[in-house]
């Protein structure tokens, strides 16, 4: 009786120590292929994992943000997916280019034609947005990933400050300080063009200020020859006369 008590309780042990070491599962999430400037355009990746082994991701729903319109919002193209844009009226027309516009993107979906993404794998599907909003730090996507089976995982849970991280969290794009397109500091290539330009041109200290010193040496070393020519004379002239 002990032994077995022993066993069920290493067991159960076990159990919980697995539990607690597996990693998370996996979410719907999405990155800037680079930066993702604020008031500049960026190319964001919707990376969608498949977390079943026994069907496979066929459709993906992304709903944009009505609090922070896009004006643009172009998806990439992609072999053996379905792409289906949405856009709406804005309450607030966006001004682009100069021009207003009264509706952007609201919502994009992909439906797979073929096999979709299947166990084992993940699928980026590619956007290119614009402009990025330069009045918030961050933009949130909420996504809808249906399975094979019909099953749908809703990735709309939104963090909030001083608590974990949701079960189902939405996506959210982090959007990094101005660039030098007139919203803030200069670019690195600015930068590495502004050093080559000051490396090409001389100084002010390199042209007629080194020819003005060194007249000025040569009249000083004419003068200390001269006075040492005359002091060898009337050295000359002293012995002589003794």
Do not use: C
């Amino acid at each position: 009786m002990k032994a077995s008590r022993l066993a069920a309780s290493g067991a159960l042990a076990g159990a919980a120590v697995l539990a607690l070491s597996a990693p998370a599962f996996a979410h719907v999430s999405v990155q800037p292929e680079g930066t993702a400037a604020k008031g500049g355009y960026a190319v964001i990746d919707f990376k969608v994992p498949n977390e079943r082994d026994d069907a496979s991701t066929t459709r993906l729903e992304v709903t944009f943000p009505t609090d922070h319109p896009l004006a643009s919002a172009l998806p990439e193209p992609m072999a053996g997916w379905k792409i289906q844009v949405t856009k709406s009226k804005l309450a607030k027309p966006v001004e682009m280019h100069g021009e207003k516009i009264n509706e952007a993107v609201s919502k994009i979906t992909w439906t797979a034609e073929g096999k979709g993404v299947e166990p084992g794998y993940f699928q980026k599907f590619p956007v290119s947005v614009g402009a990025l909003p330069e009045d918030t730090d961050e933009l949130v996507f909420k996504a809808l990933q249906t399975y094979s089976d019909n099953e749908v995982v809703r990735w709309i849970e939104v963090r909030q400050d001083g608590q974990e991280e949701p079960a189902n969290p939405a996506p959210v794009l982090t959007l990094s300080a101005a660039s030098v397109d007139g919203h803030g500091t200069a670019t690195a290539e600015d930068a590495s063009d502004k050093t080559t330009t000051a490396a090409a041109e001389p100084s002010g200290d390199t042209g007629d200020g080194t020819d003005t010193t060194a007249r000025v040496l040569g009249v000083v070393g004419i003068a200390v020859g001269a006075l040492g020519v005359a002091y060898g004379v009337l050295a000359g002239r002293r012995r002589t006369d003794a």
